[in-house]
């Protein structure tokens, strides 16, 4: 990962990287988890 890229992405980054294809998360559990991302910093702005 690129030096402070959030935990939260490293996480999923490496998580889809799992040499087992049954470890890794489905394409709605990224895309929910990086929505959840998103609401949180949106909300930390306020």
């Given at each position: 990962?690129i030096?402070?890229?959030p935990?939260?992405?490293?996480?999923?980054?490496?998580?889809?990287?799992?040499?087992?294809?049954?470890?890794?998360?489905?394409?709605?559990?990224?895309?929910?988890?990086?929505?959840g991302?998103?609401?949180e910093?949106?909300?930390?702005?306020?």
């Amino acid at each position: 990962p690129i030096p402070g890229t959030p935990k939260a992405y490293e996480d999923i980054y490496k998580e889809c990287w799992n040499l087992d294809p049954d470890k890794r998360p489905t394409v709605d559990q990224v895309l929910d988890r990086l929505e959840g991302i998103e609401l949180e910093l949106a909300e930390a702005k306020w």
